[in-house]
């Protein structure tokens, strides 16, 4: 069965840092594009940023550019989402999923087989 399972949300003020780790099981995620997205309150879940097998590729929202970064560690079957300079409507609800098939859009929510259950982030102002 696999299982993937998110960690490192918490409260933080605004201008903060924070590292979000994904960690799979029942499934090597080496060969395989893993998302972050994020749940708001009140709103549907949004694409925040990917990264492709063999880290060979990345992808970032706008939003998000140059204060979030994407790594991963395929020892550890681990995907890191570092996010710097916390804003307060960087609040949601983070989720990392695992896209089997690489040549689907990664920022499209329905390209991906397999979710977790999700991190708090919670940025005050």
């Known amino acids: 069965q696999v299982q993937l399972a998110e960690s490192g949300g918490e409260l933080v003020q605004a201008g903060g840092s924070l590292r979000l780790s994904c960690t799979a099981s029942?499934?090597?995620?080496?060969?395989?594009?893993i998302g972050w997205f994020r749940q708001p309150p009140g709103k549907e879940r949004e694409f925040v940023s990917a990264?492709?097998?063999?880290?060979?590729?990345?992808y970032s929202a706008p939003e998000i550019k140059g204060r979030f970064i994407i790594s991963r560690d395929d020892s550890k079957n681990t995907v890191y989402l570092q996010m710097n300079s916390l804003k307060p409507e960087d609040t949601g609800l983070y989720f990392c999923?695992?896209?089997?098939?690489?040549?689907?859009?990664?920022?499209?929510?329905?390209?991906?087989?397999?979710w977790g259950q999700g991190t708090q982030v919670t940025v005050s102002s």
């Open positions: 999923g695992v896209q089997k098939d690489e040549a689907r859009n990664p920022l499209l929510l329905g390209t991906y087989d397999y």
């Open positions: 029942g499934l090597t995620i080496s060969p395989y594009l």
């Open positions: 990264i492709s097998s063999q880290s060979s590729s990345s």
